[in-house]
């Protein structure tokens, strides 16, 4: 594992704690089974039809493996590098009931079988902790069975020039959307170095690494919203999240 991601993985490991921490919170959110947003509904609902296999790439909480269950899914594996993330995940759904289960293992070397996934599902907060897009790209083309899915919901490459000033949203002067990296300062990975993407990069690397894009769609609302923070930058004017499907070629 390179420097930069076995930091990174510390660092996760112990901002997953929380998981751990709200357990019961967690559990109750999960049980409901809610955790798929309107546009991720709307855009998986033919295919969560066909009861798909999935494999959920950086699975954090699992929130949304149950969800995604509930909704049509055969199965979920999440993939993790956070154990305490996983176990806890695991747990959440050993409890509920649902058929998830979690792998530990670094994103993108992932230790499932070849065409294991008829749709593979990632995302909010996900891509920025890939240092390789197009090696992420060729592992999400592995997994897919024929004719499988990819999709993503995801931080829009914009957000980390927003500022969260209340009155007006402003660019921070220390980021540009053309940087390779930044180190977030904010909450839940304080620390961390997160590698940016430009959309034009994300599109490109889908469709090197053999994916036909389906659709691609942009969003105000931020799929994250720190607590307490009333951003000026959600109030509707600016890019905050997208969406992207794919299918393997
Ligand atoms: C912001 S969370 C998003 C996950 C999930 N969608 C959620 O809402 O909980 C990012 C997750 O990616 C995981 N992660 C970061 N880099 C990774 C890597 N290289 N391989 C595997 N997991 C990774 C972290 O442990 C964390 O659980």
Redesign the pocket.
């Known amino acids: 594992m390179d420097p930069t ?1 076995r930091a ?1 993985r510390i660092i ?1 490991e112990t901002a ?1 704690l929380k998981h751990v921490r709200e357990y019961q919170k967690l559990l109750d959110l999960a049980a409901a089974g809610s955790s798929l947003i309107d546009v991720e509904r709307h855009l998986l609902h033919d295919i969560l039809q066909q009861e798909p296999d999935v494999v959920h790439l ?4 699992g929130l ?1 493996d149950v969800a995604l269950v509930r909704a049509g899914a055969r199965s979920v594996v999440g ?4 154990a305490v ?1 996983a176990d806890a995940a695991q747990r959440r759904a050993t409890d509920i009931g649902v058929a998830c289960r979690y792998v530990v ?3 993108p070397d992932v230790p499932l079988a070849d065409a294991s996934a008829d749709l593979v599902y990632t ?4 891509l920025i ?2 240092q390789d897009l197009l090696a992420w790209g060729r592992e999400v083309v592995r997994l897919l069975r024929p004719s499988g899915h990819l999709f993503i919901y995801e931080a829009h490459p914009a957000v980390p020039l927003w500022t969260w000033d209340r009155d007006q949203p402003r660019i921070r002067p220390d980021r540009s959307y053309f940087d390779r990296s930044h180190v977030n300062d904010t909450f ?1 990975a304080n620390g961390a170095v997160e590698w940016q993407w430009t959309l034009g990069q994300i599109v490109t690397t889908v469709v090197e690494a053999g994916m036909e894009v389906l659709h691609l769609g942009e969003y105000p609302e931020p799929f994250w919203r720190a607590e307490g923070v009333a951003a000026s930058a959600w109030d509707g004017r600016l890019p905050n999240s997208f969406s992207l499907l794919a299918r393997r070629s």
Do not use: C, I
């Open positions: 991601t990174n996760w997953s950086q699975s954090g909480h949304e993939v993790d590098f956070s993330a293992s670094v994103v995302g909010k907060g996900a902790w890939m839940p």
